[in-house]
């Protein structure tokens, strides 16, 4: 993974002071949600299955990509929770179902559907970006790509189901809570920070990961990052 750009929590003041009723809002959504979250989807016994191996070579590239284009490295966790979404859900068509279970059976096809999602999540995130489709190695026309994209968020509804939003964003929520009740210094903020930035983008990669709920992942990461307060390394 690309080195992790400086950042600080205090940086947006309106984000701090609504801290509280941000993050009341998505544990609500996440609740509503929680009874169509992400299922397993993967049998490690079926060898005509993709692996947990295929999915994070796949995530490794997909941060590749966002990397060398300078899109938000946040993108990934967005496609990913698209996919895992679609993948472990029952699908509403005919064609939904059968994109499903090429892509659980073939990673020419998986990859196709990883490609659809990372296009679509790159065009919400950066609506002003014409994408160049050449972008994900012409592996795909543009047709192929476009017509998985229909059937990801047309052909089903998984996509809807899938986490409203990352991790790391859960996890910085949290920070901000708590940033008015602990007197810490700006640096050992900006600390935590990137750590739970880095472990929460390392655990898009973890296939395991995908079946828990989004704010359990970015509790997991503020307390590791917690723990390293008390490195040696981190105190020198």
Known sequence: MSALAPVHLSDDAFAIANAPEILSSILQKELVTLANSCNEYLDPTDPSMVTAADRMALVDWCYNIVDNCQYPR?????????????????????????????????????????????????????????????????????????????????????WRFAPAVTAYEVGRTILSVLLSYTSLPETTWGFLLDEVQYQTEHAVRDYYFSTQRTSTVALAAIFNAVKCLSSKAHQE
């Open 74 to 158: 946040e993108t990934v966790a967005m496609t990913m929770g698209m996919v895992d979404a679609f993948l472990s859900m029952p699908s509403s068509t005919a064609d939904a179902a059968r994109a499903s279970d090429e892509a659980l059976h073939n990673q020419h096809k998986f990859q196709l559907l990883t490609i659809a999602a990372l296009y679509c999540s790159i065009k919400a995130a950066k609506s002003d970006v014409v994408i160049p489709i050449d972008l994900f190695g012409g592996l795909y026309t543009k047709e192929e790509i476009e017509t998985m994209e229909c059937t990801l968020l047309s052909g089903s509804s998984s």
